[in-house]
């Protein structure tokens, strides 16, 4: 039988990291600087973060 992984960490980092994303396809997303974020990896970093904020079990990111 095939373990089951949740990437996003479960429904409330995915909500979380859905409204994030799409504030930056609507050009509202803005940086912890007050500009406005352009790039697609650091809008994946912002939402993360911020699903971690709201206590979303998302691990880290390993280190090489």
């Known amino acids: ?3 089951k992984t949740s990437r996003s960490g479960g429904t409330k980092g995915q909500s979380k990291i859905h409204k994030v994303m799409k504030e930056k396809k609507e ?3 803005k940086s912890g600087s ?3 974020v352009t790039s697609r990896k650091q809008a994946v970093a912002i939402a ?3 699903a971690r ?3 979303a079990k998302i691990p880290r990111k390993k280190s090489s």
């Open 27 to 29: 050009g509202t997303l």
């Open 48 to 50: 993360l973060s911020k």
């Open 53 to 55: 904020e709201s206590g």
């Open 34 to 36: 007050g500009k406005k």
């Open 1 to 3: 039988m095939a373990k």
